[in-house]
């Protein structure tokens, strides 16, 4: 399976409190901070949830 860098890019001061619980499970919390996950469906569900807070890119071995 691909690996996924997911990289939190706006603040979630103002989104809902299932978004910031999206983030937290992500491993996200503040902007700049960025994590790799195996893509997966339930990723791709909390991707889409929070799609305008976070970028994804693929992770590039190496």
């Known amino acids: ?16 409190e299932s978004h910031r619980g999206t983030l937290r499970a992500l491993g ?7 994590r790799t996950h195996e893509d997966s469906p339930s990723l791709q569900t909390q991707i889409r949830k ?10 590039r071995d190496g």
């Open 1 to 16: 399976m691909s690996r996924l860098l997911i990289t939190q890019t706006r603040s979630a001061i103002g989104s809902t």
């Open 28 to 34: 996200l919390g503040r902007i700049g901070k960025a």
């Open 50 to 59: 929070v799609a305008k807070l976070v970028t994804v890119e693929d992770a």
